[in-house]
């Protein structure tokens, strides 16, 4: 492994947990070389809801490749983008009633935070932008400006300046009254809080502890919004294409954002991919104004489309994730319950979910323990005191459920060894 | 195309110089749904500098892909990632004797750039950086405020700050001796110039209207940097992987930068990846102090490591690179003669070569009329007035001969209109 | 009047309460060149506790400009820079047991703002300050960037950055907890708010509406401050000098500031002087690395010391301070008591005192109407909401009286009107 | 000494050079508490252009004290403030056929500096400002943004943005062709200079060794702003009240600056005040846009307008400035050549004059020198490389003999020295 260790950069991170050199992968399991097998609850961070290698997914990208179809083309019109478009439109938009129009951003997840901003300043002609306590939304100079983890936002170097976090939904204190408290500082005219652009909010926060927005907290947060004029974004990347049940996490608060940012799993097999969706309102950039070399990736509209087509025609993936959902739910609460007297708590929604350990350490502990039990999976929030179960919303239930049991395991033997 | 034009953000601009759909590529040939076929001068901004579909690396994915190769890993430790380094430890660095570690930041250029930023400003603790006139380097936040384009500034929304832009080469007035004015200013405690983290360069600025930067006017440029201890980034992401001659455009001029950055035909087949190298002291980052979803594309690790092999084994590409440039430059300029009156001039370095027109419009007139006689090119400069050629690096002399004839034709009818 | 019109900025705003040209003044009466006379509840916004015209100032200043004492001379010794030096020591710091170093940062309370945010930056090397909902502390870009008023903000022309506003005490909802949720934001490695240089606040907020930070609110912010190693400003500038009681506003909450800014009432006779007193071991600066030419004004240093002499040799003023603002507090609850239906609120503290109306406009017509009896007082807040009272410190029995009862009819009438 | 030392910061500087006790003074005249006498060819770094204690101003104060004027008024109406708009309005605005409107901005220079610049962006709506290399502004946020000195910009604590620092007249290599390089920078689509909101200027140095514009210069800069809308403001702060000659120090140069800021001198007696000179047309601000205390300092309305009328109602002063100071340019001159070895360098225009050293240390040695001699002078420039003359314009003929005897004689003593 020293190839690794000599050539790349010190900031490498995940190699650290799990210092195995993978190869191969199917669904929700990775095939290390020396012939190990590891169950999957990390899925590319989110960027696998299918699972690896998925084979409608591969054989419609084979299919492409093997016919030289355009594989790179900026936002030239090709065969592909056409096909993901209409696809995106007839499967996603026109059932839900959505009007949106699509930015292709860049390849990642940043590039469509980063475009959205951009966008609502320039609507606007207001600079600054409200966050949320413990929120990520990327590591460019933009949407770090935004993120909260003070490790990652001092590696910045520079100040990161025009936004103002937010306590988010269940912020000790005043978490739960956010969006009441965000509307007086508004209507203050001595607040000190200048009218923002937007506000960015994730309805569950991946890599902020797994915390979670209630409806009622995200509708309360989207009138004020509308009040004062104000755009609301919500960063899907992590928890749309169908995390947390529905394709949009937003569905279910019944609220409908000026702009969704969607990355990771759009393109399916996780190769890049990016969209910014806009209300056709807001679109008054002029040509050219937002550029860059990988807005489109062709290979990405092939399996991406391809995703859509197989398990967005109809609602039988929403209804299993939002079913097994609670099937990890429950699992994660007998944990808890088992250890009563270790205060665990039981965090996020669908297949994002996670265990929050008060004992410091002990998350990491138990993603250690779950890896020599041929588990993979990571920890979340500033202070990494929760054990995330982020599997593919594919998975088998035998995985699902070998891989729950291998965590009630970890977390006995970690919380005894704690004693 | 109506889906393209309901659906898409207005932000789209190629689509609107070349208004039809392509579905197949190979080499230097884009086709059209409809059955036409275009010479491509224009390679994916410089992402296809292996051409279209490129038989080698085609091969290369499709085996990986069928065998079921872990197709998303961040920065976990894979085979495909481990070759991927191997090969451009041995075909690369080791026989220029160059001693950098790889980041990967990201999937695209713009990572590249945010990262070398970030991380110099880290280092350094010094938070301004120095980049030039007509400079282009991405935009995210962070990119565009090293950026000169006008246009693209403006649609930030924001102030883009902790940036200034010196004088490039061949600057009228002063660019000749803007390494001279950057130290004086450095040297001079009254200047209101902040000491710069770093100071961003091209070589040949690729969006910039193809101005190159000479090789005595770089090695100045790295001795004032070195003498002030600030760090010299050398954005290689057009103009690296061969596209001037040398794998790093800077190699000819004898310097090495402390930080370099690599994306678009990095990969090879256009998928996305993004590399910053940096000095191996410069590595203070920490675990985890910068991450992201798409920092290993696995495709891009197979098709990248292979374009390595087959193209840089060996002086092969690079020698015809530097022949063929000349070729490329002895046409344009030949044209320029032509037309002496017009007072064309030629621009740039190998296979990233131009022609800049004094009168507006003519450069996207002669782009518009080699579209219509099946070539595709397009415009560099902030001010549009630059026809550029960037031919993939494995054209076939017939094809490069072509094309520029269609160019010889296209300007001729283009001027003998504006007359 | 037509000369103030034609040739100054409309920015002008006090002459248009009261377009009237006055000559002369002594202690708490103004004279207007047409013969009229104006009780002053208005005391130069807090620049004259010791009352217009003050006799003991008045006298020590002319024989200083008699006979020839040195008026201008930047930081250079002088005897009457001296003596104020030996004055404030004696008088104020010894006798209070506080230890500050003296920093004269030029001649208005802006100066002290800036000087003390810039040393606190440069002391903790960290760059972020909070401020408090409400606040001000000056128009130079970076008071306003600390100060609330979103008209005055937007008047800047750029973005305020480096600064978050916290709730103050008793800001609806969460403001008595200010510091608790500082505390938790500061201890939260997410939340997203920088560790910040210092955090500046007010003790009773002049100009925001007459708010005020009970004792153990701030008690309780010092502590937080202390445990996060980020520095305590207290802005004195207008409650300072015995505005509220005590010479230092802060002193009945036992706690001892970091550094404060002290201005207005420190000159005594309403010329121009600031002061900012900052802790021994802060004192970091080299020679000239804050300068400036009107940094001690001689004027104001012999009027400030003597005022220091006269005043704050014993505790007379202070304790008629106390006792009279009680009466103050007690009359305008008398007055709210005889309009209970309306909603006043009493708010302030010592001679700072506001009554706050619900009505929207009525605290402005107070105002119109006290000048129309002759009695000046300005509105306070960013919604004008409050009719504040802030009379010389030496104001007699018999004028105080009047203008309470002046206050007490032209509420009545106002609200009167409104219903 | 000791509270000096004891009690204040270490940040202040004159009292370095010159350790001794001031008392009393007149005209050129300083006089220390140990009987010595010190000519004084610094006059407050030219906030004493009439002289200390000048006795046609001392006696309008002592007349405006005794009869009770009103001494403290922030924006109120005052016969005071009426008199001094009058005599300004008629003794220097119509005469010269300048049509402006007066800011009264905060008592200092850097407060009409902060207003001018805040005005500025509000009425283009554009944020960043272009000033000059070596350029002294102020040290607020907002005025030390725009200075150049790299020790004070450092103070700060935070990165000073918006501003860039473009060559002045004479700077090596492209100073002179400064105005066209801007010219070409803002005319130039992708030159990365964003379209400032102003230009601001000094027409000669005080505080960045007495360089001087030229009048082609500043004309040239006068007609590019214009040419790209971009507001000029001169900053007469030091150079203006007549330091030059006229009363403006760019009524030579025949340009009409969009605003101009005035303080130090034009209070008169050494006491705060500051205007800032808008055109009408500018005048956008709302009443209380911006605000502050010290406005107007009733004291200097006396005084400034005593000395408008005393020194400014005939062209006697004037003309005495320009002749004698081309005899402090003649003086100077001789003592250069005396010298031609030593390389000196005469700067500066009027009664703002200089020495230039090569040799490091010489200028404070010569102004350590000429203290012992009992001439008062300090150094100018980052480099403090010039030894700077900045006599009061009322100083004898004698004195002003006898001071450049003094320097004469030091600068050999110290060029001996150095040898």
Request: charged share 20%; glycine share 12%.
């Amino acid at each position: 492994m020293t190839i690794f260790s000599d050539l790349e950069s010190e900031v490498r991170s995940y190699s650290r947990l799990w210092p195995v050199v993978f190869d191969r992968a199917e669904n929700s399991r990775l095939f290390s070389e020396d012939g190990r097998t590891y169950l999957d609850f990390f899925a590319g961070a989110g960027a696998l809801n299918y699972g690896h290698s998925n084979a409608f997914l591969k054989q419609a990208l084979l299919d492409y490749i093997v016919r030289d179809g355009v594989s790179h083309a900026l936002d030239m019109l090709t065969v592909a983008r056409r096909d993901f478009l209409e696809t995106f439109q007839d499967v996603l938009l026109t059932p839900r009633g959505l009007q949106y129009k699509v930015v292709f951003p860049g390849p990642g997840g940043a590039n469509a935070v980063e475009a959205a901003l951009k966008l609502a300043r320039r609507v606007t002609g207001r600079q600054s932008v409200v966050s949320f306590t413990n929120s990520f939304h990327g590591m460019t100079l933009g949407t770090l400006a935004v993120s909260g983890n003070a490790t990652k936002r001092a590696a910045a170097g520079v100040p990161l300046t025009l936004t103002t976090a937010m306590p988010y939904d269940g912020y000790p204190g005043i978490g739960e009254t956010g969006p009441r408290h965000l509307d007086r500082l508004l209507s203050d005219g001595g607040s000190g809080l200048d009218r923002p652009a937007a506000v960015i909010v994730e309805t569950v926060q991946g890599e902020g502890g797994l915390r979670t927005a209630g409806a009622g907290w995200l509708r309360e947060l989207a009138d004020v919004c509308k009040r004062h004029e104000v755009l609301l974004i919500v960063d899907d990347v992590q928890m749309g294409c169908g995390r947390t049940g529905p394709f949009f996490s937003f569905e279910d608060a019944g609220i409908t954002p000026d702009m969704v940012c969607l990355s990771k799993s759009i393109g399916g097999f996780g190769l890049p991919l990016a969209l910014t969706l806009i209300r056709p309102e807001l679109d008054v950039w002029k040509p050219g104004d937002h550029n860059g070399t990988f807005r489109g990736v062709s290979a990405s509209f092939v399996t991406g489309a391809q995703a859509l087509r197989s398990y967005w025609s109809d609602g039988t993936l929403e209804k299993s994730t939002r079913e097994r959902g609670e099937r990890i739910a429950a699992a994660l609460g007998a944990i808890a319950d088992d250890h009563s007297e270790a205060g665990l708590e039981v965090r996020g929604r669908g297949f994002a979910a996670g265990l929050r350990f008060a004992t410091p350490g002990a998350a990491r502990a138990v993603c250690v323990a779950a890896f020599e039990s041929g588990l993979l999976m990571e920890t979340s929030g500033a202070a990494a005191d929760v054990a995330k179960l982020l599997p593919p919303l594919t998975i088998s239930n035998d995985d699902l459920d070998e891989g729950l049991d291998i965590i009630r395991r970890c977390v006995g033997a970690v919380l005894a060894r704690s004693k």
